[in-house]
């Protein structure tokens, strides 16, 4: 899968992207990451690439030309329909079922903006998507777009060293992770749970399920709300409720 970056801050990408899975994923051809300087495309002996908004008021808006000829220069491609994301606090959230459905794509163009806003022509010429990760504001777009990379990459079969990682994070099925623990068994009086030292897969199956059910409840009920239980889970989590209540009197 490629992954094409058009920005004002290349630099920015040189330590997150080229260290540890991302890194290797690179080197052993799984991942083509290519990050597009926006400022090599504006005119000028300054390459200016921002202006004074029309209407006026504060700050400066990222200008329309520079990133058009980025794009069409390194990333237009007429038979490749892959994504164009622009990283925006107006986007839609993002969440892994976005996660999941772009790294199933060719590649993706990703623009991270900086300064006040873009000229909205960017949105209407080239953007196919707007994503957000996270209802804030955040200085530009670059460690949005570092966030969207990592979350996708590590989705394409091979970047990670065991491919059952994926399908047992936190929210790849609608709910959060279960604990995890390694060694040493006991530290500081706390002990790894029995069953998982009980070698019998099948009760450490049932205990996991249902600790993801109960910290999914606990911390993050509105997950509970969205997501269609199986018949075993509705057991389990009926079980949970009622040991809840028992704790609480």
């Not at 908004?53 to 237009?76: F, I, L, S």
């Not at 999941?100 to 000229?119: M, N, P, R, W």
């Not at 530290?187 to 897969?201: A, I, T, W, Y």
């Amino acid at each position: 899968m490629y992954f094409n970056i058009l920005t004002l801050f290349p630099e920015m990408f040189n330590g997150p992207l080229n260290e540890s899975m991302i890194g290797r994923a690179q080197e052993n051809d799984l991942l083509d990451i290519n990050i597009i300087n926006i400022r090599d495309y504006a005119s000028g002996k300054h390459q200016v690439t921002d202006d004074a908004p029309y209407g006026g008021g504060a700050g400066m808006v990222m200008k329309v030309e520079p990133v058009y000829k980025a794009w069409e220069d390194k990333c237009r491609n007429e038979k490749d329909s892959s994504p164009v994301i622009l990283m925006s606090p107006q986007g839609r959230k993002l969440n892994q079922e976005i996660v999941k459905d772009l790294s199933a794509q060719e590649g993706l163009t990703v623009i991270c903006g900086h300064y006040e806003g873009f000229d909205d022509r960017i949105r209407s010429s080239i953007v196919t998507d707007e994503i957000s990760i996270g209802d804030y504001v955040l200085t530009g777009g670059e460690l949005a777009a570092m966030v969207l990379i990592d979350a996708v990459a590590r989705m394409i079969p091979g970047v990670l060293g065991d491919e059952n990682s994926v399908i047992n994070d936190s929210f790849y099925n609608g709910l959060l992770d279960y604990p995890h623990y390694t060694r040493p068994r006991s530290f500081k009086g706390m002990e790894v749970p029995e069953v998982l030292l009980s070698g019998n897969h099948a009760e450490i199956d049932k205990w996991r399920q249902q600790e993801s059910l109960k910290r999914t409840l606990l911390r993050r009920p509105d997950l509970m709300e969205v997501k269609t239980l199986t018949a075993e889970e509705i057991e389990l989590l009926e079980d949970i409720k009622k040991d809840l209540k028992v704790k609480k009197r």
